[in-house]
């Protein structure tokens, strides 16, 4: 007997012959003496959705009433997988996030789970049911529901199972591994057998929607593989998993790649402070600013102005706060005496990921060339040890996946 923890995402779970699919699926496991815990996203757009829903009664949606309408979602699936396996004869029960002990910070729509008690969820086992329970949630100190971030029933899952000490975390989606790059934008990306915490970390940091960043920085401080599978074909995924343990499964000491991924981040857009004084202070009061109003910055270039000590900013932020930091800019650019605030949402960020780039100088020369010979225009750059990002233009992006591609030679990886 083993205690499984599965997750299935939005299109998994899109419609009701899906659900009924994998109700027969977990009754089978059951049947072989599993215990099974089942976290479940909202079917299909139905997040989306509601947001389109909540945009069409309120200019700026209350954030709490924001939560309450988007954990509904969740909620429908849970509710509709337990029927549908109490219907074939497989006992199981729904419970919310709350209901299933998740508590999270007080922070309405991005809050970090604090802990899981797991007495209900325990109980629930002892008496023999699936428990089903709705991705993306918990509860805050006051009893409030809380949603923990787009993309977040990943992360949901990932502590679920690392609260009940499971061996590992199944996390069923709609490709079956992680690739090279986004499969859907490259058709030569190439499914890898494992990758590590601190590349998929990045890689989904910077926009590989395949798996919620927070849920890979959960897997790594409780070292709980994750196997990333398709819910549609019964075949091995992608293991997430520590280097050692990798290093263990493949038996080599060093790789030798470069570059084990490109990750496309269209949700993305560009702010410039222009002509601010150039001394001590100001980077600071621009961020502190943006800070106190919950907008995270990623990119951060200053460059200096030949005439006179006066800087440009830019900076990134995720589209969607596009329109809160240009008005927390333009308050400080006043402030500051800055001559003016631009802005651009016609931009994406590109991206290389791969550890091996450390020990292999040439990476960052070679990402250039490979732009440059194709005349695109890079707008940002920005390094670590292990990755690469360009702003370019938004309409570039796939295309700039596909070059890199096959620059890199990523078709030939495994
Ligand atoms: P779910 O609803 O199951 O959480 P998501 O839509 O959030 O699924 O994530 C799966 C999608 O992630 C895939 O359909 C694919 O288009 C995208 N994706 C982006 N980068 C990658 C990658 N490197 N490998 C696999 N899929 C990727
Ligand atoms: N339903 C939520 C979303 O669309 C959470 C998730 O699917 O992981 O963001
Ligand atoms: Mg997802």
Do not use: W
């Amino acid at each position: 007997m083993a205690l499984i923890v599965h997750k299935y995402g939005g299109t998994s779970v899109g419609t009701p012959e899906k659900i009924k699919d994998i109700a027969q699926k977990l009754k089978t496991l059951k049947a072989q003496g599993n215990e099974l815990v089942v976290i479940v996203s909202a079917m299909g757009h139905t997040t989306d959705e509601l947001i389109d829903l909540m945009n069409k009664v309120a200019d700026s949606p209350d954030h709490r009433e924001y939560d309450m309408l988007i954990s509904t979602g969740e909620q429908v699936s849970a509710s509709l997988m337990a029927m549908a396996l109490i219907d074939i004869g497989c006992p199981a029960v729904s419970l919310t996030g709350g209901q299933a002990g998740v508590v999270t910070e007080d922070i309405y729509k991005k809050a970090r789970i604090k802990h899981i008690h797991l007495d209900r969820l325990k109980s629930e086992l002892k008496a023999g049911k699936v428990v089903i329970i709705t991705g993306f949630q918990g509860i805050d100190s006051k009893g409030d529901i809380i949603t923990i971030g787009r993309g977040g029933s990943d992360t949901s899952a990932v502590a679920i199972a690392a609260a009940l000490k499971a061996d590992v975390c199944d996390i069923y989606t709609d490709v079956d591994g992680v690739y090279t790059t986004d499969p859907r934008i490259c058709k030569t990306a190439k499914k890898l057998k494992y990758v590590s915490y601190e590349e998929m970390l990045e890689l989904a940091s910077l926009g590989a929607q395949v798996l919620h960043p927070r849920s890979v920085e959960c897997a790594s401080i409780y070292n709980m593989v994750i196997h990333l599978r398709s819910s549609t074909k019964d075949i091995e995924g992608t293991y997430i998993m520590s280097p050692q343990r990798i290093a263990k499964e493949v038996g080599k000491m060093e790789k030798k790649q470069a570059v084990r991924g490109i990750a496309l981040d269209e949700n993305v857009a560009k702010i410039g402070v222009l002509k601010v004084p150039d001394k001590p202070g100001i980077a600071a009061k621009i961020f502190g600013a943006l800070a106190t109003e919950s907008i995270n910055v990623d990119m951060i270039v200053q460059s200096i102005h030949s005439a006179g000590a006066l800087a440009d900013m830019a900076f990134t932020v995720e589209r969607a706060d596009l329109k809160k930091a240009v008005e927390v800019a333009n308050i400080v650019a006043n402030e500051v005496k800055a001559e003016e605030v631009v802005s651009d949402a016609d931009v994406c960020k590109v991206s290389l990921v791969g550890i091996g780039m450390v020990s292999q100088p040439g990476t960052a020369a070679r990402m250039f060339e490979t732009l440059s010979k194709e005349k695109i225009n890079i707008q940002m750059i920005a390094t670590s040890e292990i990755k690469i990002s360009c702003v370019i233009k938004k309409e570039q992006g796939k295309r700039v996946v596909q070059l890199l591609h096959d620059a890199f030679d990523l078709d030939k990886v495994s």
